[in-house]
């Protein structure tokens, strides 16, 4: 049998025939019982629900005659319901669960996130026939505040898969019989906005804003006039728009039709590729598009630039997973390959431009599959000399600029859009040059000639002041013609590129020729220093042949960290590495890169632990690509030793911006380096690998910055005592050596192992002296760690506000330096001060943050201090289903770790109060008894207290409570471990419950009696 309520109250048989009800005090009984929801509800409650002060000669007998009626017609329809209906002493209930109850079915979809599911089961308003009727008045109102939280909830889950059309009329609709909730408003104006319909977002808003003001005397929340005024602006609120496109620095010229293309189909289909040949303009099409559509994506428009990937990497989907993520900002995904990123990108609503997709192209395209089948709003722009061949892929071919005819005339000229580049561009390059009747028809051929392909006409816009246009022409001509039979098999506008090129390179000098083809082996551009020492020449001034290079736009000079970087075009690239291997070089250059990044790793680590920290980790991000190239390309040609030599250098990078999946792999590309597998083992315990354990009884570790690593990684996972050990070894070693550095990292490790001992003492005064040592030697990253510690100690004695300062104080320094993980890691310990001071509203703002950040970088600890302070306020606030589900999760995935977990003892306690409040007492005493044992593990006594505590409100021997209470109090006290109002609550409850078994003085007693006992002697009790 199946109930219905979200519409008319209605019966079903299991075969959806529909039951009849005679009489409407029968069908309000049943009514009665819906709204309980298998609850009990007292006869004396019924009759007052059904006949109010018009009472029946005998309510009682008519209840139960009516009572008899409801179970005659279940029964009638369908054999062996009549059961359902129950009597008790308690009162009569209805045997409902969410399969057969439509109203406890919506709240499971809710739960689970199934948003149109839920709402498909109803049939109109809830109670619809009984509406007027006051015992459904609170469940209808519940149940319609939840239909409309769930359908604003859809609406914007659908406008995040950019569902925008669709969506404007059925919020109108909903918006007409609720038109002052502000949600919907909001929905309903980013829907126009969004969908090209400015003008109607924001007349809805004025809507609103009439409606408040005559109605209710009221302006609109703040929340939407700032909406509104972003949607003037062009510009929404509330997203976290980023950007890294590059700015131009000459207009895109013939291009504004087939902008408005890209965008328009952007808007139909999510994913579109730009294809042509090189030099045609596909990249900078993509730019300009992807920037006038930056309004419509609130979480961003990203660039990412696939050159940096060579196709003979170790790992080419690793590696292009990487770039995605460094674009990102997200510095991390769980795990190698685009799986990693799903977490991160799947409630986006993003636009990514992935360019230069031709040479890594099947690896490109499955990337692009996994992203766009896992994230629902993104969508992505391809560029490439060929289609990517996923269904559903727009592919638009980008045309070459329009060429004048033969016969066109001087005004003509002026229209066609190759005619305005070519002016343009040579008119920059020099200043005399002049579209007239004197070079209109050198000027009219040349574009012809050079089919309009928009690298060429720059290149050759470049060479007027040398050649005059007539010359341009003339050698042009020379050139083709000796190129006729050289390239027969490429298309002609390949043909014409290399032709170009060519042409380009015959006019350099031969000094100008060896730079520009040794740029050729750095990925992604390289600074002035870096072409100096790869490309050295002798005799030669790199850098003014560089800038005779840009200036003929062979080489494209862009900001770095660095200053100036100076990149190829991707053609001209590719044309070098050809002109490399004729003259014999490609080895040799290629083993001068590997060993120049390879030294300028080894230089940068010296400095990412001082005063320049930030400076040079922005300098290690610029240079990634050539890190990767250089590594692959040492291991790949069998140079162990300088790869082990980069990995080395390059650890302590990959851990401060979170790039474990990179250092994974690169790591493991070594198996046979020590120094690598130690390093290996640290980045294990850092991502909660199990293997984690057993790659460090493999690893020899001679460098005691390597064996502190692991140390400080592995104390997350719950090895303390194995980590004392390390931890002693290294600062000896740094002792010796007098590493002020390596002494203060250890200070900062111990104390988080002084943290989990709740001893108060060492933790001050390893994290002061830690701090004194970072803040001397000016390591931002290490001033961080210390400085949290010191508010977890602030927190650990009850100086809530200072702790909140000191937290708030890291946030701000690790947003400073780009550190993503620790940038979460304080939001976490905010959130868990946030509890502490009973502000809870606040610490699940601060959890979520942390949670998010925490998934986007797949640091398991940091994820687990997150989830640990939404389990904590969802159990503080009530919501004892959510919590029990948060933190039996937590349960699950720490007991799957083959060493001891350090949050496990805590949350255990929380899921055992929480199933305290449910009514499990066993099962509470099971997980408290848990949590006992593993803080006496690690000398916790602090988390030995809350576990005696908790086990006082799940025994059923009250004068034991009362001990254990006594117990932990005393312990307390004497340690002085601060009670914060919730666990105080916790106290009290179980306190009262022991009272009022007892008495008070037999519980003042048993208190005293327990205050008396050691903590294992309190334990014992309850054991036995």
Not at 846 to 875: I, K, P, S, Y
């Amino acid at each position: 049998m199946r109930f219905g309520v979200l519409g008319p109250v209605t019966a079903w048989t299991d075969s959806g025939e529909p039951v009849t009800v005679p009489g409407l005090k029968v069908r309000a009984l049943l009514a009665d019982l819906l709204v309980h929801e298998g609850r009990p509800v007292p006869a004396d409650r019924l009759i007052d629900d059904l006949w109010g002060e018009d009472l029946p000669g005998n309510p009682a007998g008519t209840l139960s005659a009516k009572v008899s009626q409801l179970r005659r017609a279940f029964e009638d329809a369908e054999p062996g319901s009549r059961a359902l209906v129950v009597s008790a002493p308690a009162g009569y209930s209805l045997k409902v669960d969410s399969g057969s109850y439509d109203a406890l079915g919506f709240a499971a979809h809710l739960e689970h996130g199934r948003l149109e599911e839920a709402l498909a089961l109803w049939r109109g308003p809830a109670y619809a026939d009984f509406a007027d009727e006051a015992f459904v008045e609170t469940a209808v109102a519940r149940l319609s505040e939840q239909r409309l939280t769930a359908t604003e909830e859809y609406f914007d889950a659908r406008l995040a898969r950019g569902d925008h059309n669709a969506v404007i009329s059925e919020v109108a609709d909903v918006l007409a019989e609720h038109p002052l909730r502000e949600r919907l408003r909001s929905s309903h104006m980013k829907a126009l906005y969004r969908a090209g319909r400015q003008g109607e977002a924001l007349e809805s808003y004025e809507q609103l804003r009439t409606l408040l003001a005559d109605e209710l005397g009221l302006d609109p929340t703040p929340e939407l006039v700032e909406l509104q005024q972003s949607i003037l602006t062009q510009e929404l609120p509330g997203a976290r728009r980023r950007s890294n496109l590059p700015s131009q620095l000459t207009e895109l010229v013939g291009r504004s039709q087939a902008i408005t293309d890209v965008q328009s189909r952007l808007y139909v289909d999510r994913l579109v590729t730009l294809t042509g040949p090189g030099g045609v303009g596909k990249t900078r099409l993509a730019l300009a598009a992807a920037d006038g559509l930056a309004s419509r994506f609130p979480d961003g428009v990203i660039l990412v630039e696939l050159a940096a990937v060579a196709p003979e990497a170790l790992d080419v989907a690793g590696s292009l997973a990487d770039a995605v993520q460094a674009a990102l900002d997200l510095r991390d995904s769980a795990g190698a390959g685009s799986g990693g990123l799903v977490s991160a990108l799947s409630s986006l609503e993003l636009l990514l431009v992935l360019d230069n997709c031709e040479h890594v192209i099947e690896a490109a395209a499955a990337l692009a599959d996994d992203l766009l089948a896992a994230a629902p709003g993104l969508r992505v722009l391809a560029t490439s000399r060929e289609p990517l061949g996923l269904t559903g892929e727009a592919v638009w071919s980008v045309p070459p600029l329009e060429v004048p005819a033969i016969t066109a005339a001087l005004p003509d000229l002026e229209d066609s859009s190759a005619v305005q580049l070519f002016v343009a561009r040579a008119a920059a390059a020099d200043r005399g040059f002049a579209l007239d009747e004197e070079s209109a028809t050198a000027v009219s051929v040349l574009c012809r000639r050079l089919d309009g392909i928009p690298l060429a006409l720059e290149l050759a816009a470049t060479r007027v002041r040398a050649l005059g246009v007539q010359g341009l022409v003339a050698r042009l001509d020379d050139r083709f013609r000796l190129l006729a039979t050289g390239h027969r098999g490429a298309a002609p506008r390949q043909q014409t590129l290399m032709a170009m090129i060519d042409w380009s390179w015959d006019l350099l000098s031969s000094s100008e020729q060896a730079v520009l083809r040794r740029l050729a082996v750095h990925t992604d551009g390289c600074t002035a220093d870096a072409a100096e020492q790869v490309s050295c020449e002798d005799g030669v001034d790199v850098l003014d042949v560089l800038m005779r290079l840009v200036d003929r736009s062979l080489v494209v000079s862009v900001h770095g960290a660095d200053g100036p970087r100076y990149r190829l075009l991707e053609s001209v690239a590719a044309y070098c590495v050809d002109k490399l291997r004729e003259a014999d070089e490609l080895e040799l250059v290629r083993q001068r890169h590997q060993l120049y990044y390879t030294e300028f790793a080894e230089t940068a680590r010296a400095y990412l632990t001082g005063p320049e920290q930030s400076k040079w980790l922005q300098r290690l991000d610029d240079e990634a690509g050539n890190l990767r190239t250089a590594l692959d390309g040492a291991v790949a040609g069998g140079d162990l030793e300088l790869a082990e030599r980069l990995v080395d250098a390059l650890a302590w990078y990959w851990f401060l911006r979170g790039r474990f999946a990179e250092a994974r792999r690169s790591l493991e590309a070594l198996p046979s380096s020590a120094k690598a597998i130690a390093w290996l083992a640290g980045f294990l315990y850092a991502q909660g690998d199990p293997s984690a354990a057993a790659v460090r009884e493999r690893a020899t570790v001679t460098d005691p910055r390597v064996e502190w690593f692991i140390a400080f990684t592995a104390s997350d996972s719950g090895d303390l005592a194995a980590c004392a050990v390390m931890l002693d070894h290294a600062l000896s070693a740094f002792e010796a050596s007098g590493d002020q550095w390596g002494i203060a990292a250890v200070l900062t490790a111990r104390a988080v192992h002084a943290h989990v001992r709740v001893d108060l003492e060492a933790l001050e005064r390893d994290a002061v002296e830690s701090a004194r040592l970072f803040r001397l030697l000016g390591d931002r990253w290490g001033l961080l760690q210390a400085t949290g510690w010191l508010g977890a100690l602030a927190e650990l004695k009850g100086d809530f506000d200072e702790a909140a300062r000191l937290h708030t104080e890291g946030l701000e320094m690790a947003e400073a330096l780009d550190l993503w993980l620790e940038v979460a890691g304080e939001l976490g310990w905010l959130g868990w001060t946030a509890l502490r001071q009973g502000e809870y509203g606040r610490a699940k703002a601060f959890g979520e943050r942390a949670l998010r950040l925490a998934t986007e970088q797949g640091h398991r600890a940091t994820q687990a201090l997150a989830e640990l302070v939404l389990g904590f306020a969802d159990r503080r606030t009530g919501e004892l289903e959510a919590a029990e589900k948060r933190l039996q999760g937590m349960v699950d995935a720490a007991r799957k770790q083959d060493e001891p977990v350090l949050y496990l003892s805590i949350v255990l306690q929380e899921l055992g109060y929480t199933v305290e409040l449910q009514g499990d007492l066993v099962r509470a005493r099971e997980l408290h008894a848990e949590a006992y044992r593993i803080s006496r593990e690690f000398e916790s006594r602090r988390g030995m207290c809350w576990a005696l505590e908790g086990l006082a409100g799940a025994v059923d021997d009250k004068a034991v409570a009362a001990r254990l209470l006594g117990v932990a109090a005393a312990v307390r006290g004497a340690e002085g471990h601060v009670v914060s109002a919730g666990e105080q609550a916790d106290i009290d409850r179980a306190a009262d419950a022991a009272r009022a078994v007892l008495g008070g003085d037999a519980f003042e007693a048993q208190y005293e009696a327990g205050g008396r006992l050691e903590l294992d002697e309190a334990f014992a009790e309850v054991r036995s």
